[in-house]
């Protein structure tokens, strides 16, 4: 049984920058997992923002959050971060992790795709 774990998330200003980070527990390394980084906002459908492939050697942005949102792993920790920086009102939502047990060479940001939800984490950014 993979479960995910988010952490990271809060209350920050416009322009200001948090970490969000993804623990993978499931005995498995995170190199197995395609792992996606999804986010709600209140009545909007869910978007897939970030997503990187089992090889680590894909990763792939929404046009919304590309140049400001960096997705990475740590495999020694079993755990992939999204670092958001230059943050917008607009990024209020709630964000979740997702993992996808198919090797993958190109990452996917369809939700459909992925078989494991973490809880999500909260992110506000209001002044």
């Known amino acids: 049984q993979v479960q995910l774990v988010e952490s990271g998330g809060g209350l920050v200003q416009p322009g200001g920058s948090l970490r969000l980070s993804c623990v993978v527990s499931?005995?498995?390394?995170?190199?197995?997992?395609?792992i996606g980084w999804f986010r709600q906002a209140p009545g909007k459908e869910r978007e897939g923002i970030s997503c990187i492939s089992t090889t680590g050697a894909s990763t792939n942005d929404a046009d919304s959050v590309k140049g400001r949102f960096t997705i990475s792993r740590d495999i020694v920790k079993n755990t992939v971060y999204l670092q958001m920086n230059s943050l917008k009102p607009e990024d209020t939502a709630v964000y979740y992790c997702a993992a996808l047990n198919v090797f993958q060479r190109t990452c996917s940001r369809s939700g459909p795709r992925y078989g494991y939800w973490g809880q999500g984490t909260q992110v506000t950014v209001a002044s």
């Open positions: 499931s005995g498995v390394s995170v190199n197995y997992y395609g």
